[in-house]
């Protein structure tokens, strides 16, 4: 258990830059909405309706994160900040992120028969904040859904999509089959030696050889100058 739990902080590390140890991670609303679902969804599954949703109530209260004690999610789900929601039908592969104000939303079905009416989500997709998910719909493993986005269709495996109504970008191979790499910095970097400040740093050496450069040249400039007319007051 400890050990599963274990495995599970790291993989949110290895997608957050932020945190400096397992105990900060346990405080994310995220982390606590998904352990109390584990609850209410066991409960669930031994029909104990009333008390599932009990468990359901006080998370909601908690952490902002509504997420329906039917919904079936798979390993190391990381929802980054709160204000989701996750229907009852619902299915989350492993390895998903999810950013804040995502809904995975359920539509009526055409023909009036209750059944699957939320998403399923494959392994190691992407949401971005306030995208909205609805229908029976599967999106793909390794997709992205952009900000914002509104998606009523299934997406491709790989497809990264924008928009409303969302519609896929062009990515290229190379991008599609790189690591996921959140807000630009790698993980294993501490937050105060992140690659954009090492960037910036780069900058202003660049600005200050290059200004260096430009008095050398004014020095020179003069020193030829002041040679010409040392010459002329000779002659």
Known sequence: MFGELGEYLDSVKSRDPSP?????????PGV????????????FKGELYFLARLVNHLSRLLTAIDIHP???IGKHLFIDHGFSVIGETAEIGDNVTI?????????????GIGGKRHPTIEDDAILGSGAQILGPITVGKRSRI?????????????????????????VKVEQYQEEFTPYGTPCSEMAADTGAQKLEVLQCEVEQLQKRIAAYAKSQDKADTDGTESSRDSA
């Open 70 to 72: 039917g919904a079936k």
């Open 99 to 111: 950013y804040q104000c995502v809904t995975l939303g359920g539509t009526n079905p055409a023909n």
């Open 146 to 170: 952009g900000a914002n986005a509104v998606v009523t269709q299934d997406v491709p495996e790989g497809a990264t999509m924008v928009g409303v109504r969302a519609r896929p970008m062009l």
């Open 32 to 43: 606590l909405a998904l352990g109390l679902h584990r609850v209410a969804h066991w409960l």
């Open 20 to 28: 400096r140890s397992r105990w900060e991670i346990l405080l994310y």
